[in-house]
């Protein structure tokens, strides 16, 4: 079968809906998902519109290998993590294309542990569905799907069971929040964990109808709204959510953080001294390194991807991992974003400190951080790597993913997207005028190989 156009990798395989991916694409990927595996396979979508037609097809190609479907309609991707554990399910798909524009959709595969599969594991699904040999049932062979429990209630369970979120200390404190669920798949699981934890919550976009109010990305520059309901309910914080649940952007009155910046702030609100690392990806900001040095914790570097930084955070037990994005893992609830888990953690630390989320935010250093990117042919970046490399000096170079140079004071990291068909270029210092002279540079390099600007990130 042809998957070209599919973008296919360690975040699992994303499409247009009716153009690159389709019903048959769908049905493909789950029956190859499915043949090695066999059991009862979770299948769970965000709140697109077109997830109701895929997961009929994902069904169809799961029950014709011998897989048992167990669907549970809409949720959050770690909604769906924690039901295939809590349900001792062999697996998952999640249908989502997480911050991908709306005529978009995607499945992300789980595995038995609630974890995604690793990337060899994701290429082996690709390969033999592009190459088939699926073994397929007989007529009398196709297990018929079952509901799954509410798969909501799995992962509120889970949160406030954690002894890292104190739902009393929060009860009490009182907090008055915005949430910006976007229309996607998260509004009934914030508005149930704002009745538990009383807290006075303004949801914009709670309904999960997939017809998002803006640019899914919870980036600074599409979330306005948001930015001017906190400041006129003078509400004690703000957060928001992309549509399958698993990042978390935050605002106080004072204004939008940069994403960058959740991480950090739940590492400042989560770490103690001498805990075990942090794990994060090469994109990452150094501010996490900033506020895990104050606690005497290691930060261990990965590639971009949350199963990368899953594995890494399994083989180093780390006491919380994370991305860049807005990602945040942390293990004492499961191995998996969850941008629910991290503002519950971010609110019980506030509510025990007395302190306040731009407090917080006022103790982590900062640094100017541009990103790009650019849309290159294949020949062309399978060259770049060696031409960036000689192109600069004075560096210590990882290139576990992509290329990232590191300098005393700024670094830059040049890799192809797993998740759309750009490559990204990250660069984070102190002083923004030599960080555009380096992106400046890398964006010629690659241009004069054929490459096309994008706007922003």
Excluded at 98 to 119: E, M, R, V
């Amino acid at each position: 079968m042809d998957f070209s156009g599919m973008i296919m990798g360690v975040s699992g395989a994303r499409g247009i809906v009716g153009e690159t991916l389709t019903p048959e694409v769908a049905c493909r990927l789950a029956s190859s998902f499915g043949h090695e595996r066999g059991g009862s396979i979770l299948v769970a979508r965000d709140s697109r519109p077109s997830g109701a037609a895929i997961a009929q097809a994902v069904c169809a190609g799961l029950a014709s290998v011998g897989c048992a479907p167990v669907v549970a309609g809409i949720c959050t991707t770690p909604g769906a993590q924690i039901g295939v554990e809590d349900l001792g399910l062999a697996g998952g798909i999640m249908i989502t294309a997480s911050h991908n524009p709306a005529p978009w959709n995607g499945l992300k595969f789980i595995g038995g542990d609630g974890a995604f599969i690793t990337a060899e594991e994701a290429d082996g699904v690709f390969a033999r569905a592009r190459a088939g040999g699926m073994v397929l049932r007989g007529w009398d062979g196709w297990p018929a799907p079952a509901d799954a429990p509410d798969i909501t209630v799995l992962q509120i369970r889970r949160i406030v069971n954690s002894p890292l979120v104190d739902v009393s200390a929060i009860r009490r404190r009182g907090f008055r929040l915005v949430v910006d669920c976007n229309h996607g798949a998260s509004g009934p699981l914030i508005r149930a964990m704002a009745s538990l934890m009383d807290l006075e919550i303004h949801v914009l976009g709670e309904e999960p109808t997939g017809r998002f109010c803006h640019t899914p990305e919870p980036s600074p520059e599409h979330l306005g709204a948001l930015r001017e309901a906190v400041r006129e309910d003078q509400a004690d914080l703000g957060a928001a959510i992309d549509p399958d649940g698993d990042r978390l952007a935050l605002c106080t009155t004072d204004g939008l953080l940069p994403e960058e910046a959740t991480l950090a702030c739940v590492a400042a609100a989560l770490l103690r001294p001498n805990d075990a690392p942090v794990v994060t990806n090469l994109s990452t900001s150094r501010m996490v390194e900033d506020v895990a040095g104050r606690f005497g914790v290691p930060v261990i570097r990965t590639p971009v991807g949350e199963a990368h930084v899953v594995s890494a955070m399994k083989a180093f037990g780390a006491t919380l991992g994370g991305e860049g994005n807005g990602g945040v893992i942390i293990p004492g609830v499961h191995y998996g974003r969850d941008a629910a888990a991290g503002l519950a953690v971010l609110l019980s630390h506030l509510a025990q400190r007395g302190q306040t989320l731009a407090g917080l935010w006022n103790q982590i250093p900062r640094y100017v951080m541009i990103k790009r990117k650019v849309r290159v042919a294949p020949e062309t970046w399978d060259t770049f790597p060696g031409r960036l490399e000689r192109e600069f000096r004075d560096f210590t170079v990882d290139t576990q993913d992509g290329v990232r140079l590191n300098w005393p004071a700024r670094w830059v990291h040049v890799r192809r997207s797993n998740t759309e068909p750009v490559v990204r270029i990250i660069a984070e210092g102190s002083a923004g005028g030599e960080l555009m002279s380096i992106i400046e540079t890398i964006e010629r390099m690659l241009v004069g190989g054929g490459a096309l600007p994008c706007a922003g990130l």
